[in-house]
């Protein structure tokens, strides 16, 4: 087993038995067990200032906090984006839509009166490969609407218009969140939502991110990201979650969790999907989050004709 696949190892370890990893969380979280190393050296966020995450929960376990087992972002009332690794495995038969349900417009898990949203499909990218961890992307689609209110659920925007070639450059602060583990060197799983200030470390066009060995860290359908000099990332438990960057204004998704080697490890930044790639996949998915939907080229051309010559009430008018 390489070490790659060791640590991967352990964050599908996360998913899978999130009952434990959860627990040994809980404890390290319990007032008095003094934790500041809010992580991976992030800080506590309200959801009201990520309103696009939410957490992907298993439906057998009621409380929250042991339920949780990935992060994943709300693209619309009906579609939430998240990471294929969290349901499809080498090993063991794919999760399927109603082993999950989607926690949506929470900051603190475990808090009572949550309720959660079931899923009705889940659409993992038909390339997802879990031996390289490559084209990590899926789609969940809801059963019900998620029940966006401007406030604490609301749709984070596709990269739909950026320079797919050129976005996001090198140096672009982004943010990343979730309720994964926050420390790198043992298990200590918040039950508030934390956030964390990280950087794009690579331009689309580099083919080295850290030290990974080359062929690991594939440019095309990756992103490389973190914050170096204190050592922010992603963990355990983050993946699937949204790795956001503002821009003009919008905040826009430009990654979503996948992998590294351990967590906040100078030599091994954090690896995440890059979304830009997946833009085609996404439209042919669920057509209704292409921004061109429901023009009807038709009734365009149509228009055209009209406003290019006479008005028809005005042609008919004249021949009169
Ligand atoms: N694979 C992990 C998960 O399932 C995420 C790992 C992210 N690691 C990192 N160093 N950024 O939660």
């Known amino acids: ?72 972002s ?45 899923v009705q499909q889940i659409i993992a990218h038909p390339s997802y490969d879990p031996s390289t961890t490559n084209n990590d992307i899926a789609l969940l689609k809801l059963a019900a609407p998620v029940g966006l209110n401007g406030t604490s659920k609301k749709p984070i925007a596709l990269p739909f218009e950026q320079l ?36 794009v470390l690579t331009s689309p066009s580099e083919t080295q991110c850290g030290s990974y060995p080359t062929g690991e860290y594939v440019p095309d359908t990756m992103l490389c990201a973190a914050e170096m000099t204190v050592g922010k990332d992603a963990c355990q438990g983050d993946s699937g979650g949204p790795l956001a960057v503002e821009v003009a204004g919008t905040w826009t998704l430009a990654g979503i969790v996948s992998w590294g080697y351990g967590c906040a490890d100078p030599q091994y930044p954090g690896v995440y999907t890059r979304v830009t790639s997946f833009l085609d996949w996404i439209k042919s998915e669920a057509p209704e989050l292409d921004p061109d939907y429901g023009d009807n080229e038709e009734e365009e051309e149509e228009e055209e004709e009209v406003t290019n010559g006479l008005p028809v009430w005005l042609l008919y008018e004249a021949t009169k």
């Open 1 to 72: 087993m390489s070490l790659n696949s060791v640590i991967k190892w352990g964050c599908f370890l996360v998913v899978s038995i999130p009952i434990a990893s959860g627990l040994a969380g809980f404890v390290s979280a319990q007032p008095g067990n003094k934790d500041d190393d809010r992580i991976i050296n992030g800080q506590e966020v309200s959801i009201s200032q990520v309103p696009w995450q939410v957490a992907v929960v298993s439906s057998s376990e009621p409380n929250d906090f042991y339920a949780q087992s990935c992060g994943a």
């Open 74 to 118: 709300i693209l619309s009332e009906n579609w939430i984006l998240t990471a294929a690794h969290c349901f499809v495995f080498a090993d063991q038969p794919n999760t399927a839509a109603a082993d999950i349900e989607i926690l949506a417009g929470v900051t603190t898990l475990g808090e009572s009166g949550s309720s959660r949203t079931s």
């Open 164 to 199: 797919t070639a050129t976005w996001p450059a090198a140096n672009t602060p982004a943010t990343v969140s979730g309720w994964g583990n926050t420390s790198a060197t043992e298990s200590a799983y918040p039950q508030a939502l934390m956030a964390a200030e990280v950087d």
